[in-house]
């Protein structure tokens, strides 16, 4: 037995979970978005169009503003793929750094407005390593802590000498 669900929404119409919304303000798949929130994008139903300002998504509901870090000099792009990755943050500010300005260099770097420049014995996208019983080495794909004898691990924080406790 197959059961139709019909409900009405007070911007649309729902059958088994597709929405139709008709107020032209209204949008997704529940009708959920409201369109006119950023910008008085107009509804065709079951997304909104022309988002407009740094707001991309089928109800532009997401912000590409670099996080508040940054400037956005892509939006169109953002738009075309409905995603804030596919634009293009610039001169990211208050010592934050990344594709999205997503994420601070911290205590221990110093952003360039797109990368970080860490600090002696620092290294990782963002500073968040730091090389403790070894030397920062760049191998070409990156700089990596290369651990001095007896130690291991990202940062060299392991110790690999196994210590016995000998009772005479």
């Known amino acids: 037995m197959y059961v139709l669900s019909v409900f009405v ?3 649309g119409e729902c059958r088994d979970g597709i929405c139709m919304c008709s107020d032209g303000i209204h949008a997704g ?3 959920e978005g409201n369109c006119t929130d950023h910008g ?3 509804a065709n139903g079951t997304s909104c169009a022309n988002c407009t300002g740094l707001w991309v998504g089928t109800v532009c509901k997401y ?3 670099c996080n508040g870090h940054g400037t956005q000099i892509d939006i ?3 738009r075309s793929a409905g995603s804030c990755s596919a634009g293009t943050c610039v001169d990211c500010t208050d010592n934050f750094a990344g594709a999205l300005c997503e994420r601070s260099c911290g205590e221990n770097g110093t ?3 797109r ?3 860490c600090d002696d014995s620092y290294f990782g996208e963002f500073c968040e390593y730091e090389c403790i019983n070894g030397r920062l080495w760049d191998h070409g794909q990156g700089i990596v802590c290369s651990c001095y004898d007896d130690y291991s691990g990202t940062e060299c924080d392991r110790s690999t000498v ?3 406790d000998v009772t005479v």
């Open 63 to 65: 912000a590409c503003d």
């Open 111 to 113: 952003s360039d407005g």
């Open 40 to 42: 008085g994008a107009i």
């Open 9 to 11: 929404s007070k911007t």
């Open 29 to 31: 798949t529940r009708c």
């Open 162 to 164: 196994v210590h016995y």
């Open 76 to 78: 169109a792009a953002a």
């Open 115 to 117: 990368t970080c420049t």
